[in-house]
């Protein structure tokens, strides 16, 4: 219905805007003495919750690789790729090819997004690091070590310390 699809464009907009920590540090404030704002953080928290698994799905993820233009969105975060990194396996790991693909773009910001998606796929697929490295993208993000986007450097550094992890099972909290 249409109150549904407007509902999901509120939440993707709202989910994007950090809105859920937000929420999530009011309910631990000293605000929730305030009923009525008791109430309307839990509602928000509760449509937020039930609107994410849509929002995060591996197929819009898909459709901006597909686009050639990355940004900073909640598909590129560690929640979405710890649920979805087994994904990139299907059709040869044409999704993995892309996003290498991208870490060659024009556009800094589509560069660092593809750097930071590349070190999550290395921490959250196994054998990850040797994917990365097979298709050529260990050698893509060292060099862009040097770039001189701060940022894409930054990203970049992230990226390359977790694909000289061996054995991310080694950091897990036990």
């Given at each position: 219905s249409q109150d549904e699809d407007r509902e999901k464009i509120l939440c993707e907009a709202v989910?994007?805007?950090?809105?859920?920590?937000?929420?999530?540090?009011?309910?631990?404030?000293?605000?929730?003495?305030?009923?009525?704002?008791?109430?309307?953080?839990e509602f928000l928290q509760q449509t937020l919750a039930r609107n994410f698994k849509v929002l995060t799905t591996f197929e819009r993820h898909e459709q901006e690789l597909l686009s050639k233009r990355l940004n900073w969105t909640m598909i590129h975060e560690e929640i979405f790729w710890k649920e979805n990194a087994h994904k990139f396996e299907h059709?040869?790991?044409?999704s993995v090819h892309r996003l290498i693909d991208l870490l060659d773009s024009e556009?800094?910001?589509?560069?660092?997004v593809?750097?930071?998606?590349?070190?999550?796929?290395?921490?959250y697929f196994p054998n990850g690091r040797l994917i990365v490295d097979k298709y050529g993208g260990k050698q893509k993000v060292m060099a862009l070590l040097q770039s001189s986007e701060p940022e894409v450097r930054k990203q970049a550094l992230t990226a390359c310390s977790k694909i000289m992890i061996n054995n991310w099972e080694s950091f897990k909290s036990k």
């Open positions: 989910i994007e805007l950090k809105l859920p920590k937000i929420l999530a540090d009011i309910a631990d404030s000293k605000l929730m003495n305030d009923v009525e704002l008791h109430d309307d953080v059709n040869n790991f044409s556009d800094p910001k589509t560069v660092a593809a750097c930071s998606d590349v070190g999550y796929f290395v921490q």
